[in-house]
């Protein structure tokens, strides 16, 4: 099991370009989650989703930001516009199923507006 | 509200000295906790959940629901234990989540 999978790993962008980060859960987990880290910041949460549909989005940002989960393929968060405070390492985990405490992280993606 | 504390943003030890990363959580259900790690610049790896009570790396916590606390103990510490730890809480009901403090870097020195 090759655990939570994110691509890119280092992703730099220039103001006003769009940043697509994948997430692939780990094999038998429907359940998927993001988080952000701000620089000396905790992990916050952004949306969870599960296959087709956005559970909870109460952490995302109104504007800009938008997240799916589709029946096939990988996870993705994107961010449409993207300005410099949203240079951030964003988390993925995966959970097989709802109120579960068994999540795993992925190994994040860092993001960098110049 | 759910919300988890972390005081201290810092903290600082020496190698073989007890330490105690403090957390506090404000919950009104019944409370599921973790203690996270995150070495430099990779994946948050679970290190304690309160329901197991085990010992991870010689790391462990009590949860107190008097004082709302889940403090991470060891007693001697280790230049490798230098890392970011999160306390983290994991909401029920509708939408389950785990919910973070802001993090502890702890820097063991030799």
């Known amino acids: 099991n090759a655990g939570v999978m994110q691509n890119p790993r280092h992703l730099v962008r220039r103001r006003g370009q769009e940043a697509r980060l994948r997430c692939s859960p780990m094999?038998?987990?429907?359940?998927v989650y993001w988080y952000r880290q701000l620089p000396e910041e905790g992990l916050k949460f952004m949306v969870y989703?599960?296959?087709?549909?956005?559970?909870?989005e109460s952490g995302m940002p109104k504007e800009r930001f938008s997240a799916e989960f589709p029946k096939e393929g990988p996870s993705i968060l994107r961010i449409q516009q993207v300005v410099r405070g949203d240079s951030a390492a964003y988390f993925c985990a995966s959970s097989p199923s709802a109120g579960t405490s068994t999540i795993y992280f992925g190994e994040g993606s860092w993001l960098t507006v110049v | 509200a759910q919300r988890v504390t972390q005081p201290e943003k810092l903290l600082s030890v020496f190698k073989g000295a007890p330490v105690e990363l403090k957390c506090n959580y404000s919950y009104s259900g019944s409370p599921e906790l973790f203690w996270y790690v995150q070495y430099s610049r990779q994946r948050l790896q679970l290190l304690l959940r309160h329901i197991s009570r085990e010992s991870i790396k010689g790391f462990t916590a009590d949860l107190n629901k008097g004082e709302t606390s889940f403090h991470l103990k060891k007693p001697f510490a280790q230049e490798e234990d230098s890392a970011m730890y999160y306390c983290a809480l994991l909401t029920q009901g509708g939408s389950e989540k785990l919910v973070f403090g802001k993090g502890t870097k702890l820097t063991v020195n030799p």
């Open positions: 094999k038998g987990h429907s359940h």
């Open positions: 989703l599960q296959k087709e549909n956005i559970i909870d």
